[in-house]
């Protein structure tokens, strides 16, 4: 990536991150926090939209995959077969993830999960704060619904901060044209007043379908010049931003700030595949391999996670098969491998030893592996926890 | 529904007739069936007389075997709990396909409604037989200016099909299909067709529409991408204003069918008089699949409808160059790149290149699922490369060797020929 593109998208994530900071600290002023309100184990979950095998892990896809083929592959535990048998839908199946049950809700996140997110079960369990656990959103799909369930033992007290960055961007570009000035798309020192109105005056960041507690929302002036720096650098080019980068990005300054117990991450740039573009589908499998690499990097580089994290990535789902009634690769709906069949990679901690482990699994696995790796054994789930980890 | 109505086999076509039939269905089967009743003037012949072979199936059973056909189906919808749902039995809408795909009976569900389609449709097959087909006709042209690799254009096509070599200028066989003597109109007519749905030119820029004849006998149904700017924008804008909220979508695309966009001169003159061919535009934008965004995905999705719903005898369908996204624009896909970005539009041709022929060839898979593709000749010509990929229908082969090069004039002869046989 070029780098005033990545120095304009690092210096808004900051701005984000600090933003979301200053808000907290008034946020969870009253907050009783536990012992430690933290965890030393790690745990992050990269979701990343709906891929087939074809085009990543089986050998017609090798090519669009490289960090994950050559540099992860060899120093993870690889499950080849996870079937997804629930709803393939992007709430759904994030929700069934998050709750090791299959949900089958309203597509577009009107209502909570139905049972018990592992946020939930670990923040009351272990007494972890909300700082401890994060969904970091590329997708429009989600809702901030996402982060809790409707269980009414659970629920939101124990849920998640759950935040769309790239709907900023979204909203950003949206209000530049409707406000009649279609030339701050094209011009990147003027994206940044469109950025920064947006978080100034979102009130609760309803306007971005955030759930991060805390009403207080103000930019940080510090945060001014180096934006500006960043800007003023990025004019200089003419390369397209996606969300996804800046979703990660997002991720890093979180975890850099708040050292998340728990982080759930959503890709989605494959999902411009529902409006048939083949080449930027996989463009958007090229970002996810290079982003998720970025971020085992960072794992390794950050004392808060280097040795006690646990990093799962998979697809929530395949896409249609080629010569389906439902368009193929448009579309993940159609009842058969292609779309419910999926893989999993498992990095850090939990995969010492490097394996591939060819039975099959679900999503919904997930949680209760998860739940287990923080000692958590006796939760009443479908799922069965991963075969070959070190938990 | 798989089958093929034969016209003759239908009678006094009586929308209003059929209405009683679909209350004796199951409420999942409504839905789509009300919907066709609702437009009936605005279906194309074949759906017609599809919807009308599917009706004299049910009048074949008496009450009593037609409740033990959907005896199933009704106990299905009684565990699914379909009368507790928001569900319209007028239309199809987002809310009933987000109801029926997130039960956990879904695929169950789908089994059985194709088992009654399917056993209503075979009871009303006629037995007279069926006469001979002609051959119909796919052509899909990938223009010169999409660099596809030679290497790898046909690589993932039909294995029965063979790779042809054209020596000299490929683009002249679309030039002669439109304009030589005979082109494609002519033999439509000749072979008895006068029906508009017969002959589709699908374009993503507006190259077909100049080269068809004036005066041709048969008018084709004609769509061009580039044509419909104008109403695209518009109605882009329109669905645009929909909240992420599945009711107020379906009440939004409610709207936007009924919407009179006659009065607002948005559409091109191809288009303007034919109200059928405006309600296919209408749906083909409201059923997505990027056909309002990227024009190679409108030309594979309007291939893909046509053939679902008119099964025109012939196609011819030209793909197209998209612009580069531009910076800040791309993560707004959904938005009008123009209205959105001042940037000047940049072509992006490799990767124009790679969406054009996975959607070429997803035209063909397209073909593939109805039984007409046994009579069918799909061409996919890569003006760039100067090569074609010919599937022939069952029992025909090419009369040359495909290892040597065959000029523009000679495929067009034999093309004819195939039509004509």
Same mark, same amino acid.
């Given at each position: 990536?070029?780098?005033?593109?990545?120095?304009?998208?690092?210096?808004?994530?900051?701005?984000?991150?600090?933003?979301?900071?200053?808000?907290?600290?008034?946020?969870?002023?009253?907050?009783?926090? #536990?012992?430690?309100?933290?965890?030393?184990?790690?745990?992050?979950?990269?979701?990343?939209?709906?891929?087939?095998?074809?085009?990543?892990?089986?050998?017609?896809?090798?090519?669009?995959?490289?960090?994950?083929?050559?540099?992860?592959?060899?120093? #993870?535990?690889?499950?080849?077969?996870?079937?997804?048998?629930?709803?393939?839908?992007?709430?759904?199946?994030?929700?069934?993830? &998050?709750?090791?049950?299959?949900?089958?809700?309203?597509?577009?996140?009107?209502?909570?999960?139905?049972?018990?997110?592992?946020?939930?079960?670990?923040?009351?369990?272990?007494?972890?704060?909300?700082?401890?656990?994060?969904?970091?959103?590329?997708?429009?799909?989600?809702?901030?619904?996402?982060?809790?369930?409707?269980?009414?033992?659970?629920?939101?007290?124990?849920?998640?901060?759950?935040?769309?960055?790239?709907?900023?961007?979204?909203?950003?570009?949206?209000?530049?044209?409707?406000?009649?000035?279609?030339?701050? #798309?094209?011009?990147?020192?003027?994206?940044?007043?469109?950025?920064?109105?947006?978080?100034?005056?979102?009130?609760?960041?309803?306007?971005?379908?955030?759930?991060?507690?805390?009403?207080?929302?103000?930019?940080?002036?510090?945060?001014?010049?180096?934006?500006?720096?960043?800007?003023?650098?990025?004019?200089?080019?003419?390369?397209?931003?996606?969300?996804?980068?800046?979703?990660?990005?997002?991720?890093?300054?979180?975890?850099?700030?708040?050292?998340?117990?728990?982080?759930?991450?959503?890709?989605?740039?494959?999902?411009?595949?529902?409006?048939?573009?083949?080449?930027?589908?996989?463009?958007?499998?090229?970002?996810?391999?290079?982003?998720?690499?970025?971020?085992?990097? &960072?794992?390794?580089?950050?004392?808060?996670?280097?040795?006690?994290?646990? &990093?799962?990535?998979?697809?929530?789902?395949?896409?249609?098969?080629?010569?389906?009634?439902?368009?193929?690769?448009?579309?993940?709906?159609?009842?058969?491998? #292609?779309?419910?069949?999926?893989?999993?990679?498992?990095?850090?901690?939990?995969?010492?030893?490097?394996?591939?482990?060819?039975?099959?699994?679900?999503?919904?696995?997930?949680?209760?592996?998860?739940?287990?790796?923080?000692?958590?054994?006796?939760?009443?789930?479908?799922?069965?926890?991963?075969?070959?980890?070190?938990? | 529904?798989?089958?093929?109505?034969?016209?003759?086999?239908?009678?006094?076509?009586?929308?209003?007739?059929?209405?009683?039939?679909?209350?004796?269905?199951?409420?999942?089967?409504?839905?789509?069936?009300?919907?066709?009743?609702?437009?009936?003037?605005?279906?194309?012949?074949?759906?017609?007389?599809?919807?009308?072979?599917?009706?004299?199936?049910?009048?074949?059973?008496?009450?009593?075997?037609?409740?033990?056909?959907?005896?199933?189906?009704?106990?299905?919808?009684?565990?699914?709990?379909?009368?507790?749902?928001?569900?319209?039995?007028?239309?199809?809408?987002?809310?009933?396909?987000?109801?029926?795909?997130?039960?956990?009976?879904?695929?169950?569900?789908?089994?059985?409604?194709?088992?009654?389609?399917?056993?209503?449709?075979?009871?009303?097959?006629?037995?007279?037989?069926?006469?001979?087909?002609?051959?119909?006709?796919?052509?899909?042209?990938?223009?010169?200016?999409?660099?596809?690799?030679?290497?790898?254009?046909?690589?993932?096509?039909?294995?029965?099909?063979?790779?042809?070599?054209?020596?000299?200028?490929?683009?002249?066989?679309?030039?002669?299909?439109?304009?030589?003597?005979?082109?494609?109109?002519?033999?439509?007519?000749?072979?008895?067709?006068?029906?508009?749905?017969?002959?589709?030119?699908?374009?993503?820029?507006?190259?077909?529409?100049?080269?068809?004849?004036?005066?041709?006998?048969?008018?084709?149904?004609?769509?061009?991408?580039?044509?419909?700017?104008?109403?695209?924008?518009?109605?882009?804008?329109?669905?645009?204003?929909?909240?992420?909220?599945?009711?107020?979508?379906?009440?939004?695309?409610?709207?936007?069918?009924?919407?009179?966009?006659?009065?607002?001169?948005? +559409?091109?003159?191809?288009?303007?008089?034919?109200?059928?061919?405006?309600?296919?535009?209408?749906?083909?934008?409201?059923?997505?699949?990027?056909?309002?965004?990227?024009?190679? *995905?409108?030309?594979?999705?309007?291939?893909?409808?046509?053939?679902?719903?008119?099964?025109?005898?012939?196609?011819?369908?030209?793909?197209?160059?998209?612009?580069?996204?531009?910076?800040?624009?791309?993560? *707004?896909?959904?938005?009008?790149?123009?209205?959105?970005?001042?940037?000047?539009?940049?072509?992006?041709?490799?990767?124009?290149?790679?969406?054009?022929?996975?959607?070429?060839?997803?035209?063909?898979?397209?073909?593939?699922?109805?039984?007409?593709?046994?009579?069918?000749?799909?061409?996919?010509?890569?003006?760039?490369?100067?090569?074609?990929?010919?599937?022939?229908?069952?029992?025909?082969?090419?009369?040359?060797?495909?290892?040597?090069?065959?000029?523009?004039?000679?495929?067009?002869? +034999?093309?004819?020929?195939?039509?004509?046989?």
């Amino acid at each position: 990536m070029d780098p005033s593109r990545r120095n304009l998208l690092k210096a808004a994530s900051i701005l984000l991150v600090e933003h979301l900071a200053n808000s907290r600290k008034f946020a969870f002023a009253g907050e009783p926090a #536990s012992a430690s309100g933290r965890d030393e184990r790690k745990v992050i979950i990269v979701a990343c939209g709906g891929i087939r095998r074809a085009e990543t892990f089986l050998d017609t896809g090798l090519e669009n995959i490289p960090h994950l083929y050559h540099d992860l592959l060899p120093r #993870s535990v690889f499950y080849p077969l996870i079937r997804n048998a629930g709803v393939t839908s992007h709430y759904n199946t994030i929700s069934s993830i &998050l709750t090791g049950n299959w949900q089958r809700l309203d597509d577009w996140g009107k209502t909570p999960p139905a049972n018990p997110t592992f946020f939930e079960y670990l923040r009351k369990r272990m007494g972890l704060s909300q700082d401890a656990a994060w969904v970091i959103s590329s997708n429009k799909a989600l809702t901030s619904r996402i982060g809790a369930s409707s269980i009414r033992d659970f629920g939101p007290r124990y849920g998640a901060n759950v935040i769309f960055p790239k709907q900023l961007l979204i909203n950003a570009v949206i209000q530049a044209a409707s406000q009649g000035h279609p030339e701050h #798309s094209a011009d990147r020192a003027a994206m940044r007043q469109e950025l920064e109105a947006i978080l100034q005056h979102a009130d609760n960041y309803e306007g971005l379908g955030w759930s991060v507690s805390g009403n207080e929302s103000f930019l940080d002036l510090r945060m001014q010049s180096s934006m500006q720096q960043a800007i003023e650098e990025l004019v200089r080019t003419n390369a397209p931003v996606t969300g996804d980068e800046f979703t990660l990005l997002v991720s890093e300054e979180v975890m850099r700030r708040f050292a998340p117990s728990l982080l759930a991450i959503t890709f989605s740039d494959v999902e411009v595949a529902h409006f048939g573009s083949y080449s930027m589908h996989l463009a958007g499998i090229r970002t996810m391999d290079r982003l998720v690499y970025e971020l085992w990097n &960072l794992v390794q580089e950050l004392p808060d996670y280097r040795g006690r994290t646990t &990093l799962f990535v998979l697809p929530e789902f395949g896409r249609d098969f080629d010569g389906s009634n439902t368009n193929g690769f448009f579309n993940h709906r159609s009842n058969n491998d #292609s779309t419910n069949l999926t893989w999993l990679m498992c990095l850090g901690e939990a995969a010492r030893s490097a394996d591939v482990i060819e039975r099959p699994i679900q999503h919904i696995d997930l949680c209760p592996t998860i739940a287990g790796m923080f000692g958590i054994e006796d939760l009443d789930l479908p799922g069965k926890r991963l075969p070959g980890l070190s938990t | 529904m798989n089958e093929r109505p034969g016209k003759a086999q239908i009678g006094e076509l009586s929308p209003d007739a059929y209405r009683g039939l679909v209350d004796r269905l199951p409420v999942t089967m409504r839905p789509a069936l009300n919907q066709q009743l609702s437009q009936w003037s605005l279906l194309f012949p074949f759906e017609q007389n599809r919807v009308a072979s599917f009706m004299k199936g049910i009048e074949t059973f008496s009450p009593s075997g037609l409740g033990a056909v959907t005896a199933p189906l009704w106990a299905l919808e009684k565990k699914m709990g379909v009368k507790n749902w928001n569900f319209s039995e007028a239309n199809d809408t987002i809310e009933n396909a987000s109801q029926l795909a997130r039960s956990e009976y879904y695929s169950e569900w789908r089994r059985e409604v194709q088992k009654v389609f399917d056993t209503v449709n075979a009871a009303a097959q006629s037995p007279a037989p069926t006469p001979a087909e002609r051959t119909r006709l796919i052509l899909l042209i990938l223009p010169r200016n999409l660099p596809v690799s030679p290497q790898s254009v046909w690589r993932q096509w039909d294995p029965r099909g063979h790779e042809i070599k054209i020596s000299g200028d490929s683009e002249r066989l679309c030039e002669l299909a439109l304009q030589g003597q005979p082109d494609l109109a002519t033999l439509a007519a000749q072979q008895g067709g006068v029906e508009s749905s017969d002959l589709w030119l699908i374009d993503a820029e507006a190259k077909l529409r100049s080269m068809i004849s004036n005066v041709s006998p048969i008018a084709a149904s004609s769509l061009g991408y580039a044509a419909l700017k104008q109403f695209r924008d518009r109605f882009l804008a329109e669905l645009n204003q929909a909240p992420k909220d599945i009711q107020a979508t379906d009440e939004i695309i409610a709207k936007l069918r009924l919407e009179s966009w006659d009065g607002w001169g948005l +559409w091109p003159e191809e288009i303007a008089n034919q109200p059928r061919l405006r309600k296919f535009v209408i749906d083909l934008f409201l059923s997505g699949n990027g056909a309002l965004i990227f024009s190679n *995905a409108f030309v594979e999705w309007a291939v893909a409808e046509a053939l679902r719903r008119a099964r025109p005898r012939t196609i011819v369908a030209r793909f197209g160059m998209r612009s580069k996204p531009k910076p800040f624009t791309s993560i *707004a896909i959904f938005e009008n790149q123009q209205r959105v970005s001042s940037l000047p539009d940049v072509d992006d041709p490799e990767n124009s290149a790679v969406d054009a022929v996975i959607l070429a060839r997803y035209a063909w898979l397209a073909a593939s699922r109805y039984p007409e593709q046994q009579q069918t000749l799909c061409i996919c010509v890569s003006e760039h490369c100067d090569s074609a990929y010919a599937i022939l229908p069952a029992g025909k082969s090419l009369d040359w060797s495909p290892q040597h090069p065959i000029a523009s004039e000679e495929l067009y002869r +034999w093309l004819m020929a195939q039509i004509l046989s």
